[in-house]
């Protein structure tokens, strides 16, 4: 067994870079042997190469190998750390084929008098199959080498290629149809806080690959992780210890067939949009946040910016990166290793649309043709000391930095709900800022006992500075004024989120060994912890126009009104409408215990079970409508068990059952009964201080199959009983709104089916889901519907990867890559009081990416994405009396355009 472990942990997959201009190839194949009592048995990880080249493969996990060649004669080699070393020469034809079967016996010498450590490359589709193989566990993984083929630029991206995982929107995902509150997101295997205050979850877009190991997607529960998801925990896993040293300079640029080169529009930032900082202009001006009067008026305009908006040319967007690493090695095992990222990345985007609300009778409510124009900036930062004391004693030192931009002016013309004919401009700008620091250790302190331990602080802000709001009349003759029949629509608003996360970990693992020396269990024993603080607060301010309300006006350069001479005059004043409802603090703290014990019964059969104790106490302190100081609480102790089984009756077969039970923790917004609309005529959103948690009952079975190297065949069927879930309704209360209330139950069942299939050259990859959902609402409610499918759960969807190599000589390989994915028909929005649901349509996409290496130093990129360009449209239903669908009004349609790039790699 020691000797497997010493030559798996060897592991050094060769680049396969034997390229000929010639196209024609033979083929040499077989596989590799060891003896094992008195037995065949295929053995991984063997080198494979032609003597005196680099030109070779590695066997996969059954000792097969395929290595093609071009005619002539070789002598080949098969090596392996303990092995005796074989050589065999070959004759290889033109498109023949070479069957050679070897089997290495063990070199006794060797492994008296070596001992080697090595890393596995868990960046490796392949390896990260093998992992995927040998867990007790059932997971799936996404490396940074399969990222890079599919052109996949952050986290979201690439999650939404794994099997039952969608893209919603702004950075969230749905897992098997539940969306954001039922997922979760570790960073290394600890919470991380979101500087999103409107979702639970990080949004995975802002991650950049550049700085990612791999990225694993837990969709069964075990008692080591924290029991706050039902869908699936999201594990982003940075790099850490470099094998060679590198540096590595990226360079893209890009556009999008909607915007760039195009005329846009953006609102007065004072400065500083481009870079996505220098924005001081737009923050609330300390004076007038210092006002403690409780509804201030002003004779003067205090802010440092205009209601103009101005006219820009959308230039193509760009990225810009640079990463590096090294590791050095000193006596008694001691090493250091030092990596560090940094990418800067910023892009335009436009979309043009129509936008209806409809009222419980099925009629336009509001109707809006609206253009949206956004600017974005996104600079990320990863930095990593590790530093290893001896081979069985490592500490790691992560520091991660986000700082995320968006510039937005959306304009909207049509009517309202008070039928007015208005136009609408909303400028507002978003700062997303996380910073994470990790310090944790791995200490195998015999060769059966070891600890892990974890710690993390984290800090997550979220400003929006100065989201301006004004509101035009459209006149008869055409021309504008400023619409005053409801003085809170010129305004302004400034909100602010800061938020601290602490969490850590220690755990202690035990190996148990049987009669032969070999591993044949393991108990593990940990404690966890984890605390959040929120503050969030926002101002309200409100422009009074009644006195210039008849004069013309240009909607662009409404300063020839608004400004200081009219202030002056008496014409405007600007009034204070913040009221205490409008800020909340909240706080979560889990405090957890596990015990968790996994045994290998026979040689075919495994199970895993395990026991988690969270206690937990969750709060949110807010103010009534009334101005009134109230607490909304959840607290108490659950347990949470977890059962896995594993069946492996062939070395390349696994049969899999997960039993457990989770929770569903509301997020802060939605038990905050702060109330928040981001546009004119747009869809209010409230908290519900009554909302509760909900229980998850969980039962997965799969079956996995591993023909050969890096491929993979598996079924899976799943299903879920949700007590009490959370689900996003409307209501009605002048205008329409959203809100979160508990449903009775839930259910969430469906069928998974995934291949990794190499074909000749080709690399093939297909995953499709099949997801059945649907909840029971409480009698006495105000939902039209008693019963429906989640929000958010497509009914159906499907990925496919196709993959291409054209090499032209040793040196220069053109790749090929498409890739496509189609996610059904789902509900958007909850409709209540007789309204009907709204649906987001199908949407199909299709990407395609070459990317050709010219030397072992440079490579370049082109990458094209949304090729099919489909509108994204959104419908609701619309109902008789007897709440029967008789058809439905579109309610909001636009394309989100073609992305496409060209970039250029570097490595030193």
Not at 220 to 229: G, I, K, L, T
Not at 297 to 319: E, Q
Not at 838 to 853: G, R, S, W
């Amino acid at each position: 067994m020691k000797r497997k472990l010493m030559m798996i942990a060897f592991l050094v997959l060769m680049q396969i870079s034997q390229s000929i201009a010639d196209t024609k190839k033979g083929i040499v194949k077989g596989v590799v042997y060891e003896i094992v009592n008195q037995q065949k048995v295929g053995l991984a990880f063997v080198n494979i190469y032609i003597e005196g080249t680099s030109i070779g493969a590695v066997s996969d996990v059954n000792g097969n190998f395929n290595l093609p060649l071009a005619p002539g004669t070789y002598d080949l080699v098969f090596s392996s750390i303990g092995y005796k070393v074989v050589r065999q020469p070959i004759d290889v034809d033109n498109n023949g084929v070479v069957v050679i079967d070897k089997t290495l016996e063990v070199n006794g010498d060797e492994l008296a008098e070596v001992k080697v450590v090595a890393r596995v490359d868990r960046e490796s589709e392949q390896m990260l199959l093998v992992d995927q193989k040998k867990s007790s566990v059932a997971q799936q993984s996404v490396g940074s080498k399969e990222l890079a083929r599919k052109a996949v630029s952050n986290v979201m991206d690439g999650v939404s290629k794994v099997t039952g995982v969608s893209k919603v929107s702004a950075g969230n995902i749905t897992v098997r149809g539940l969306g954001d509150r039922y997922n979760a997101t570790t960073l290394n295997g600890l919470p991380i806080a979101s500087p999103n205050p409107d979702t639970k979850m990080v949004p995975l877009d802002l991650f950049p690959t550049s700085i990612v190991k791999n990225i694993g997607v837990q969709k069964v529960f075990q008692s080591s992780e924290y029991a706050d998801f039902s869908g699936g925990n999201i594990d982003i896993n940075t790099k850490d210890f470099i094998a060679k040293p590198f540096l590595n300079l990226s360079l893209s640029v890009g556009g999008n067939t909607n915007v760039t080169m195009s005329n846009i529009y953006l609102g007065d930032t004072g400065g500083g949009r481009w870079s996505g900082f220098g924005m001081k202009n737009r923050e609330l001006p300390s004076e007038v946040k210092a006002n403690s009067s409780r509804y201030p008026t002003y004779n003067y305009d205090p802010f440092n910016t205009s209601f103009d908006v101005d006219s820009y040319k959308a230039m193509p967007s760009l990225s810009l990166g640079i990463s590096g690493g090294k590791t050095w090695e000193f006596r008694n095992e001691k090493k250091l290793g030092v990596l560090f990222s940094l990418k800067y990345g910023n892009d335009f985007s436009a979309q043009s649309g129509r936008s209806v609300n409809l009222d419980n009778s099925g009629n336009p409510y509001s109707d809006f043709n609206y253009d949206q124009y956004i600017y974005r900036t996104n600079l990320s930062g990863l930095g990593s000391i590790n530093y290893a004391f001896n081979n069985n004693n490592k500490i790691f030192y992560n520091v991660l930095m986000i700082h995320r931009t968006q510039d937005q002016l959306r304009q909207d013309v049509g009517y309202d709900s008070e039928n007015n004919d208005v136009l609408s401009n909303t400028s507002l700008f978003r700062v997303h800022q996380l910073l994470n620091q990790q310090l944790m250790g791995n200490h195998q302190l015999s060769d059966q006992f070891s600890i892990d331990w974890k710690s993390s602080y984290s800090i997550a802000k979220s400003s929006e500075p100065d989201r301006k709001n004004n509101v035009y009349q459209v006149q008869e003759d055409g021309t504008y004024t400023l619409f005053s029949l409801n003085q809170q629509e010129t305004m302004r608003y400034f909100g602010d989120m800061d938020e601290h996360d602490i969490s850590g970990s220690v755990e202690m693992s035990y190996q148990l060994k049987n009669d032969e020396d070999e591993k044949s269990g393991e108990l593990k024993f940990g404690v966890d912890a984890v605390n959040k603080s929120r503050d969030f607060t926002s101002y309200k301010y409100y422009y009074n126009l009644k006195e210039v309300d008849e004069v013309p006006v240009d909607p662009y350069q409404s300063s020839s009104i608004i400004n200081d001479e009219a202030f002056a005059n008496g014409d405007i004043y600007l009034q204070n409408g913040t009221l205490p409802r409008d800020a909340y603090d909240a706080g979560m703290f889990v405090g957890a215990s596990y015990l968790n014990f996994m045994y290998q019964l026979t040689e075919d059969f495994l199970f895993d079970i395990g026991v988690r104790a969270e206690s937990s106490r969750q709060y949110v302190n807010y103010f009534t409508d009334a101005g009134i100081p109230e607490k909304s609480e959840i607290k108490g102790v659950d347990l949470f068990p977890s059962l896995n089984l594993k069946y492996s009756p062939k070395e390349n077969i696994n049969w899999r059952l997960g039993l457990s039970r989770t929770v569903t923790r509301p997020d802060f917004i939605e038990m905050a009964p702060f109330q928040y609309r981001e546009s004119y005529g747009g869809t209010t959103v409230r908290g519900n201080e009554n909302i509760q948690n909900g229980y998850n009952y969980n039962l997965d079975m799969k079956w996995e199959y591993f023909p050969n190297r890096g491929e993979l065949i598996s079924w899976t069927v799943y299903g879920k009983y949700l007590n009490t879930p959370i689900e996003r309704t409307q209501f009605y209360s002048a205008g329409v709104g959203e809100t979160f209330q508990n449903a009775d139950k839930a259910i969430a069942a469906g069928a998974e089916f995934e291949i990794k299939k190499k074909v000749s050259d080709f690399t093939i990859g297909v995953n499709a889901s099949y997801i059945y959902t649907q909840v029971y609402l409480p009698e006495g409610g105000t939902y039209t519907q008693d019963n429906r499918a989640l929000q958010g759960a497509s009914p159906y969807l499907i990925n496919a990867d196709l993959s291409y190599p054209i090499h032209f000589n040793e040196k220069n390989v053109l790749r090929l890559n498409a890739i496509y994915s189609v996610q059904g028909k789902r509900i958007h929005s909850v409709g209540v009081n007789g309204a009907g649901d709204i649906y987001q349509m199908p949407v199909n996409t299709l990407d395609f990416l070459a990317q050709l290496k010219l030397s072992k130093q440079f490579s370049m990129e082109f990458m094209a994405k949304n090729i099919l360009n489909p509108n994204i449209e959104y419908q609701q239903d619309l109902l008789n009396s007897e709440n029967k669908k008789v058809g439905y009004e579109t309610t909001n349609s636009y394309p989100l355009g073609i992305n496409f790039s060209l970039g250029l790699k570097f490595k030193f």
